[in-house]
């Protein structure tokens, strides 16, 4: 778990901004993915990578976007088409076929 | 798509006994569980996790029991302790290890009475 970072802890967004939240990793993972927590539920896949310039629409893929262009980071942008962002944002990494593992998370909200 | 239903949302338990918390899957082309403990504010973690070619798993006092017939997997704490108080998500994927990420069930607020 320690190798997986993200930043910033808190981030505050007014309407019609997007905004980028960061994860990277030093764990030599291939596979990196972006989760939505809302409170009181469960995790929801937005988004991953299973490879360097290469990624997926998870099941909720709308208003979100991203890029893999190096193994270790995995930034997320949130744009403004996201009409409702404020969520507890968590990224993980696994090797191939491997356990995912969890970033300490972003927590979003929209002022 | 996957869809996880995990059942019961609340669980309250004293402390030594057993807790149990279950799972019920629909895609029967998953075949990797894992379940994650979430503390208040903090990132989820693994525990423990199994995959379809096994029944059960057990690691000290946490175990996973598989029944691929019936799409059901539970998770068994025994001899509950304080720091066993969390939140409780099963998961499930149809790729080995996740690798096209996890359907997550909605939790379990596991609470240990003393």
Known sequence: ?111 | GENVEQHPSTLSVQEGDSAVIKCTYSDSASNYFPWYKQELGKRPQLIIDIRSNVGEKKDQRIAVTLNKTAKHFSLHITETQPEDSAVYFCAASYSGGGADGLTFGKGTHLIIQP
């Open chain 1, 1 to 111: 778990d320690g190798g997986i970072t993200q930043s910033p802890k808190y981030l505050f967004r007014k309407e019609g901004q997007n905004v980028t939240l960061s994860c990277e990793q030093n764990l030599n993972h291939d596979a990196m993915y972006w989760y939505r927590q809302d409170p009181g539920q469960g995790l929801r896949l937005i988004y991953y990578s299973q490879i360097v310039n290469d990624f997926q629409k998870g099941d909720i893929a709308e208003g979100y976007s991203v890029s893999r262009e190096k193994k270790e980071s995995f930034p997320l942008t949130v744009t403004s088409a996201q009409k409702n962002p404020t969520a507890f944002y968590l990224c993980a990494s696994s090797v191939t076929g491997g356990m995912q593992f969890f970033g300490p998370g972003t927590r979003l909200t929209v002022l």
